[in-house]
DNA sequence: TAACCCATCTTTTTT
DNA sequence: AGATGGGTTA
């Protein structure tokens, strides 16, 4: 057992280090607007520290104030505090929160950035110890799954039925693991290839040492090999660092893990900020367990719990508190708040025929509350899928609702701006195969496929880039004549282009180049509806270069920084999914979909079980926590989904809610809801005869949870997972069906069928026009 | 080489 | 439904 403390509502004890600290000076004013926990994180600054931080206990006001803190009582000076992040968005609001409280000072701050941006930092300054140049290129996914492709058809393995999707993926989750190619466990590439996907694995990597380059998880994965294998720039590190932060630290990854590790080994100064309750990216690597470990790992450490909630109102926190608790694996936490708030709401529960009329009765309370003077901009809808953002922007473009939409396809993703950065790349990297790759043929020059395998052919067989064989091949008869000519043409362009590199402002460079290789005129040609907006990028592309100081300098950036701010500041309705709103409030939200199927979302029940359940959980605890004053919660008796109507059967979550903090609206529209009896289409139904919600509340799941509840117990336990998934599937149906497999049974809009499959009240019917779908059994009639 | 047709897939997203 | 990608055809 490790000599561990663990403090939940502390202040500063008569006494105490921090008591005595804090006789000994004045408090300084930002240390004393923080409440006693707070104030703690911040102040006990030496050792390692980990601070539960709840959803809106102020977590980045501790993160900021304590660097503030390590620097005004000279502890430490900018540049040897490293602090990281996950997204470029959290470090930049960061910095700005810090420069508020230090001033200007905040710019020496040279290790402040996400763990991929301080990874490079520190390979480009060791590259050649682990076999690169210092000037290597940063692969996105795009590049990375093209050149598996590549890898795959090279190993003569049938892309086709092996795809390079599915290779990133795997590869993507062993570097995410910290495993390097011999230390994939046997049997882990599963049947992928026939067993050969550590092998292709291992041919990737020689791909990327020779093209100079890395992807996203080699970034963390070469630096853990540098400290490894190096362990006096290990060292160099432990001296540089005096105190290390953490942010989000529920969503590091193995490899992220280990590399905070490796590093805090130095001083052990380390402090890191999370919250369990709202890890919700174990579907990309990461592993709750860290912070379960964390005392584990550094013994001695410091928990402490910020439960203090400043955001929501009781109504809000009661009901997401008590939907999390339904969770087994967590460290637990009570987050309550002293707000004083009379007119504070119940969370609404609202329920609508299908998603259309869901997307119109929330238009509708939208109306409304702007009539009352609230602003769009303290509005959003959080949804699950991003599919669900359709009908709602189709609503909200009938009634002439602002809206914006957070998240998509992002700018430096679109097609347009990638193709101009390949020709970029090729022109400040002449052996940028990948980026050659892209642009050789577009526009359009005649150098198709055939010619393209030549130069790959060609430049592998000699051990040089294809942009170095496309030198050599035209210089030879190889080559057909008119493609020669193109190539060539193609080749002495960016000789010209390359010669300009430095002499002229990068940015009339790019201009230069995106005239003269005719990618300009290529959309200016073109007459879809999205060419002008996609030439507009282009110009928006050229202005934001601006900020740079040359092409190198920018094309570094954009590698890793692959998004950008738009801020807009038009009063509008945000829409985003669930896990773009981790982070912000809102004083009203609207959280549609709340379906057995999209949320939970059966797949993450299918492939992560009841982990994947409590994640799900995780993310509906995330969207009430977003809610400062208003949440409400939608269910749609029908959805379209893949292009077929299903029938849906409310959420598992509306059963965890608590009805004390819920209010259960009625539905009155005349479009016909739940419980307008016989209106809807669909005939008889469980749904149109009774109030669902009523019958919620008497559900053996809810009344278990009441129980659970009352009794201040966790539910129970179960190790085996069969069981528990069992129990789910009992929870989510109630009933048994009384229906047979191989039955013929009928439905109102589907028509005809037979039974193929019965899981509880869900059957699986193949129906003999609609196709074979999975309907509610009180959906269909015997026949 | 471009147009066209068919099969396939469809959660969440950062770097 | 709708997008995407690959293979086939003119």
Not at 145 to 151: A, G, S, T
Not at 215 to 232: A, I, Q
Not at 563 to 584: F, P, R, W, Y
Not at 624 to 644: Q, V, Y
Request: charged share 25%; net charge neutral.
């Amino acid at each position: 057992m490790t000599a561990s403390s663990d403090i939940t509502a502390p202040g500063p004890r008569p006494g105490g280090i921090a008591a005595r600290a804090l006789g000994a000076k004045p408090i300084p004013d930002y240390v004393a607007r923080l409440n006693p926990e707070q104030r703690l994180a911040v102040e006990t600054t030496d050792g390692p520290v980990l601070v539960l931080a709840g959803a809106g206990t102020g977590k980045t006001r501790v993160l900021t104030t304590r660097i503030a803190h390590l620097l005004a009582t000279g502890k430490a000076h900018p540049s040897q505090i490293l602090a990281v992040t996950f997204t470029n968005k959290a470090a930049r609001e960061m910095r700005h929160r810090i420069g508020d409280l230090i001033g200007p000072s905040v710019e020496g701050m040279n290790w402040l950035g996400t763990f991929h941006s301080i990874g490079v930092k520190i390979l480009r300054r060791h590259a050649e110890l682990v076999g690169l140049k210092s000037s290597f290129t940063i692969l996105d996914t795009d590049d990375q799954i093209r050149l598996m492709k590549q890898v795959i058809q090279a190993e003569g393995i049938d892309e086709k039925r092996w795809p390079a999707k599915q290779l990133a993926a795997l590869i993507d989750g062993w570097k995410n693991r910290g495993l390097v190619p011999k230390d994939v466990p046997p049997g882990d590439g599963g049947s992928f290839a026939n067993g050969k996907a550590v092998k292709l694995y291992i041919a990737y990597q020689e791909r990327l040492k020779v093209l100079n380059a890395c992807d996203f998880g080699d970034l963390l994965l070469e630096n853990l090999r540098l400290f490894r294998e190096h362990p006096d720039v290990l060292k160099e590190y432990h001296q540089r660092f005096h105190y290390m932060l953490v942010d989000e630290y529920q969503d590091t990854n193995v490899a992220q893990y280990l590399w905070l590790r490796l590093l805090a080994q130095g001083r052990r100064n380390i402090c890191c900020v999370g919250d369990d309750d709202q890890s919700i990216y174990g579907w990309r690597g990461a592993e709750v367990d860290n912070i379960l470990r964390f005392e584990k790992d550094f013994p001695g450490a410091v928990v402490i719990r910020l439960e203090r909630n400043y955001r929501s109102t009781s109504h809000i926190l009661g009901a997401a508190s008590h939907l999390i608790a339904h969770n087994q694996g967590r460290l637990g936490k009570t987050l309550f708040t002293e707000a004083n708030d009379p007119d504070s709401v119940k969370v609404q529960v609202s329920s609508s025929w299908d998603s259309e009329e869901e997307a119109r009765a929330i238009g509708e309370k939208i109306e409304d509350l702007q009539r009352q003077g609230h602003r769009l901009n303290d509005m959003a809808i959080l949804v699950r899928a991003s599919f669900q953002m359709r009908s709602f922007e189709d609503r909200f473009i009938t009634l002439g609702l602002n809206y914006r939409v957070i998240g998509g396809p992002r700018f430096y993703e679109r097609q347009e701006i990638r193709d101009a950065l390949a020709y970029f790349r090729v022109v400040a990297q002449p052996a940028d195969d990948l980026a050659f790759e892209r642009i050789v043929n577009t526009p359009r020059r005649g150098i198709g496929d055939t010619s393209i395998k030549l130069l790959y052919d060609y430049g592998r067989s000699r051990g040089i880039p294809i942009t170095q064989a496309a030198e050599e091949l035209v210089q030879t008869e190889e080559v057909k004549a008119k493609t020669r000519t193109a190539l060539r043409d193609l080749m002495a362009s960016f000789e010209r282009w390359r010669g300009k590199l430095g002499t002229i402002k990068h940015t009339e460079l790019a201009e230069i180049i995106l005239d003269e290789s005719g990618y300009t005129e290529m959309w200016q040609q073109d007459r879809s509806a999205d060419a002008p907006g996609r030439l507009e990028n282009l110009k928006e592309l050229i202005r934001s270069m601006d900020e740079f100081e040359s092409m190198e300098g920018f094309l570094e950036h954009i590698a890793l920084v692959m998004d950008k701010d738009n801020a807009e500041n038009q009063d509008a309705v945000s829409i985003m999914t669930l896990h773009s709103a981790k982070g912000l409030e809102f004083e009203t939200v609207f959280l549609p979909g709340w379906e057995e199927g999209l949320f939970p979302h059966q797949r993450a029940l299918d492939e992560s079980g009841r982990a994947g359940l409590e994640e799900e959980r995780r993310l509906a605890y995330v969207g009430i926590t977003r809610a400062k004053k208003r949440a409400s919660i939608w269910f749609a008796s029908n959805r379209r989904i893949h292009g077929l109507w299903q029938s849906n059967v409310p959420s598992r979550f509306l059963d965890e809610l608590p009805e004390k903090h819920v209010d259960v609206v009625e539905q009155t529209s005349n479009y016909g809801g739940y419980n307008v009896g016989g209106v809807g289409n669909y005939g008889a139904s469980r749904f149109d005869r009774a109030d669902p919600f009523q019958n919620t509340y008497s559900t053996p799941g809810w009344q278990r949870a009441q129980a659970n509840r009352a009794a201040g117990a966790k539910p129970a336990a179960k190790s085996n997972t069969r069981l528990i998934e069992g129990e789910l599937i009992a929870k989510s149906t109630g009933s048994k069906s009384d229906y047979a497999i191989g039955e013929r049974v009928f439905h109102q809009k589907f028509g005809y069928g037979h039974i193929e499959d019965i899981e509880g009240n869900k059957l699986t019917v193949a129906f003999e026009k609609a196709g074979t779908k999975k309907v509610v059994d009180s959906f269909v009639s015997k026949n």
